[in-house]
Structures are given as structure tokens and as C-alpha cells.
């Protein structure tokens, strides 16, 4: 292993010398059950012993702690922040609202590990706001009227994230993921663009929603609800840190598709994007007869961008990058 640069006093050769960070298995009894945890340390270049380094102990315990709450399918001090930020909601309230006392999740926070039966409830509420909402109601009493409004509006909020596909939902999780900024107009058009280029490429659509032949292009109206605060703004909600790691569910195909769309639409502006789809047949056709200004409702059948995009990808290639690029730069020069 090649010299990192680090450098700390090593005892041995009873000098400064550089050290090299490396992995140890150690096995520890806790709790009269033996695990065996891997561990980082440091190697003296020179001589080949263990140095003592600052903060190598604090990140041992870390190390041990995170691999002993997933061998023991214990809930993560990350996992327990993420749902305080998802429901809005405090520590001692929190605590109190999962029926346990008041400063558990403080104690949690801190580092204290949780009892499995305590874990399993974190768990369930941080998968299922129905779950959540029934421990509000349980313990409601517990709460101040403040505390419980506002934990049980944000509950509800969540809920309605579950009013679309649970592919439409790891599939929007996953441009989350990609892009850093992301407007409810913007989030429209690359759903329907992946659609179109999923469906060209696989022959089958990647979620079952339909989407609407509306001024602005082609819109899924459950997005549109679940997004409409947000109007013209990026789109920063608390609530899809319920969803963070679903994503990883997608197949690899999937991915590929957001992928290329990411990387290629998604370089655009959402007006830039509506003039694409002004331009492509499945729009113009749904609003046959409608005035530039007219609102409409048509549908635009799956059926319908699919045969549009088998046959884009006949012209461009579109299951690759460059192909994609190709096109847009065809339709945004037809609509300047």
C-alpha cells in the first residue's frame, strides 16, 4: 500500500513517522453474543505497528456502533434526525408521541442504543405515516395542541406522497437524488420524457400514470398536487426523505433511462423543456382544436408517446446520450 503523508509519533520507533490508515476485523461480546466488526487503524510505515492516532477512537466507536445496530436491525441516529425533519416534529414531543418518556429520543440522539421492541416503532413510523398518525392519536393527550397539529398536518402531507405509483415515487426520489434543483414544471416534463424514451426502449411504460394535454405540455396531475405550493420555485420537500435509499429498488435499466434523461433533459430549463414537447406530435394531436391559451384536459395515451419515441429512436438513437442531445438540439432550434 502505497504512503499516505500522514505522520504522528509512533512509540515503537520512538519517533514522528508516517502512518498508513488500514482495516482490522476485531470481534467484541456484547451482551453474551460474539461480533466481529471491522475496524480502521493505523500502521506505523516503518516498523509495522499499531500507532495511537487523535480521533481514532471516537471513529472506532463509531464504527462499531453503526455495524452493531445493522447486525442487530437497530434504527441509526441518522434514521431517528430524518424522521424528526420528515414529521416536523422535536425530540421531546417525539418521544412522547411514540408513547415512549419524554427524553428517550434525546437519549437515542446522544447515542444510547434503543431496545429492539423501541426500534421496531421508529422503523414502522419511519415507513408508514399511517402508522405514525395512529401513535399520534394514541397518545395525544401527551402532546401540546401546537405539537400535535402540526406533527399530524405533516403526517397527512406524507400520506398524500402515497396517492401516486410506488414506481412514480422512486422514480421521482431518484431526480431528486441527480439533479440539485428541480421546479414542479421542470419535474413534469422529465417524467414524461422518461416515459417516452423508457417505454421506446423496453417497450413498456416505467410507471402506470397518465399524463394531461395541458397548456404548459404534457402534466400528471397526482405530481401536480403533490407540488403546486411550489409553483415556479425549486422544489425542497422535507417529505421525500421518507422515500431516501427506495430508489436503490429501481432495476438497472431504469436507472440507465433517468440516467440519460437526467444527463441530457435535464440540462434545461423547464420553459425550454415545455417547447420541446409543443413540438412533439402526441401534444399537438391531444390539442387538436384548442387555442394557445385554452386549457385543456385530453389525455395522452402511453400508448401514443411510446409509438412517438420508437420512432424518435429509429431517427436519433436516443439509448444514448449523444442521440438524445441530437434531438433536442433539433426540436429547441424548431421552436426558436
Same mark, same amino acid.
Given at each position: 500500500?502505497?504512503?499516505?503523508?500522514?505522520?504522528?509519533?509512533?512509540?515503537?520507533?520512538?519517533?514522528?513517522?508516517?502512518?498508513?490508515?488500514?482495516?482490522?476485523?476485531?470481534?467484541?461480546?456484547?451482551?453474551?453474543?460474539?461480533?466481529?466488526?471491522?475496524?480502521?487503524?493505523?500502521?506505523?510505515?516503518?516498523?509495522?505497528?499499531?500507532?495511537?492516532?487523535?480521533?481514532?477512537?471516537?471513529?472506532?466507536?463509531?464504527?462499531?456502533?453503526?455495524?452493531?445496530?445493522?447486525?442487530?436491525?437497530?434504527?441509526?441516529?441518522? /434514521?431517528?434526525? @430524518?424522521?424528526? =425533519?420528515?414529521?416536523? &416534529?422535536?425530540? #421531546?414531543?417525539?418521544?412522547?408521541?411514540? !408513547?415512549?418518556?419524554?427524553?428517550?429520543?434525546?437519549?437515542?440522539?446522544?447515542?444510547?442504543?434503543?431496545?429492539?421492541?423501541?426500534?421496531?416503532?421508529?422503523?414502522?413510523?419511519?415507513?408508514?405515516?399511517?402508522?405514525?398518525?395512529?401513535?399520534?392519536?394514541?397518545?395525544?393527550?401527551?402532546?401540546?395542541?401546537?405539537?400535535?397539529?402540526?406533527?399530524?398536518?405533516?403526517?397527512?402531507?406524507?400520506?398524500?406522497?402515497?396517492?401516486?405509483?410506488?414506481?412514480?415515487?422512486?422514480?421521482?426520489?431518484?431526480?431528486?437524488?441527480?439533479?440539485?434543483?428541480?421546479?414542479?414544471?421542470?419535474?413534469?416534463?422529465?417524467?414524461?420524457?422518461?416515459?417516452?424514451?423508457?417505454?421506446?426502449?423496453?417497450?413498456?411504460?416505467?410507471?402506470?400514470?397518465?399524463?394531461?394535454?395541458?397548456?404548459?405540455?404534457?402534466?400528471?396531475?397526482?405530481?401536480? /398536487?403533490?407540488? @403546486?405550493?411550489? =409553483?415556479?420555485?425549486? &422544489?425542497?420537500? #422535507?417529505?421525500?426523505?421518507?422515500?431516501? !435509499?427506495?430508489?436503490?429498488?429501481?432495476?438497472?435499466?431504469?436507472?440507465?433511462?433517468?440516467?440519460?434523461?437526467?444527463?441530457?433533459?435535464?440540462?434545461?430549463?423547464?420553459?425550454?423543456?415545455?417547447?420541446?414537447?409543443?413540438?412533439?406530435?402526441?401534444?399537438?394531436?391531444?390539442?387538436?382544436?384548442?387555442?394557445?391559451?385554452?386549457?385543456?384536459?385530453?389525455?395522452?395515451?402511453?400508448?401514443?408517446?411510446?409509438?412517438?419515441?420508437?420512432?424518435?429512436?429509429?431517427?436519433?438513437?436516443?439509448?444514448?446520450?449523444?442521440?438524445?442531445?441530437?434531438?433536442?438540439?433539433?426540436?429547441?432550434?424548431?421552436?426558436?
Amino acid at each position: 500500500m502505497a504512503r499516505q503523508g500522514r505522520t504522528d509519533f509512533c512509540i515503537e520507533c520512538r519517533k514522528k513517522t508516517e502512518y498508513l490508515l488500514q482495516k482490522k476485523d476485531i470481534v467484541k461480546n456484547i451482551r453474551d453474543k460474539d461480533y466481529t466488526f471491522g475496524i480502521t487503524v493505523a500502521v506505523c510505515a516503518d516498523c509495522g505497528e499499531e500507532m495511537s492516532i487523535p480521533g481514532l477512537i471516537d471513529k472506532n466507536v463509531q464504527e462499531i456502533d453503526e455495524q452493531y445496530r445493522a447486525a442487530e436491525g437497530l434504527v441509526s441516529i441518522d /434514521d431517528i434526525e @430524518r424522521l424528526m =425533519k420528515i414529521y416536523k &416534529i422535536g425530540k #421531546a414531543p417525539l418521544s412522547l408521541a411514540l !408513547g415512549f418518556g419524554e427524553i428517550t429520543i434525546s437519549r437515542y440522539l446522544e447515542g444510547q442504543m434503543p431496545s429492539k421492541e423501541y426500534s421496531d416503532v421508529i422503523k414502522s413510523v419511519l415507513s408508514s405515516p399511517a402508522y405514525m398518525k395512529k401513535k399520534l392519536m394514541e397518545n395525544q393527550k401527551k402532546l401540546t395542541d401546537a405539537a400535535y397539529r402540526k406533527a399530524f398536518t405533516a403526517t397527512e402531507s406524507i400520506e398524500r406522497l402515497f396517492s401516486i405509483s410506488d414506481k412514480m415515487l422512486k422514480v421521482i426520489a431518484y431526480i431528486f437524488e441527480k439533479l440539485e434543483e428541480v421546479t414542479p414544471l421542470m419535474l413534469q416534463k422529465l417524467l414524461y420524457f422518461i416515459q417516452g424514451v423508457y417505454s421506446a426502449l423496453y417497450g413498456k411504460p416505467i410507471f402506470e400514470e397518465d399524463c394531461r394535454a395541458w397548456i404548459h405540455g404534457p402534466v400528471y396531475l397526482e405530481v401536480y /398536487d403533490l407540488f @403546486r405550493n411550489f =409553483k415556479y420555485n425549486p &422544489i425542497d420537500d #422535507a417529505r421525500f426523505a421518507i422515500l431516501e !435509499g427506495k430508489e436503490d429498488s429501481l432495476t438497472e435499466d431504469e436507472k440507465r433511462v433517468i440516467d440519460l434523461v437526467v444527463n441530457t433533459f435535464g440540462m434545461y430549463s423547464g420553459k425550454a423543456l415545455e417547447k420541446i414537447t409543443h413540438h412533439e406530435a402526441p401534444w399537438l394531436e391531444a390539442r387538436k382544436g384548442y387555442g394557445d391559451s385554452i386549457p385543456s384536459n385530453e389525455l395522452l395515451p402511453k400508448e401514443r408517446i411510446m409509438n412517438y419515441y420508437i420512432l424518435i429512436n429509429q431517427k436519433y438513437g436516443i439509448n444514448t446520450e449523444a442521440g438524445l442531445r441530437t434531438y433536442i438540439y433539433d426540436m429547441l432550434s424548431k421552436a426558436s
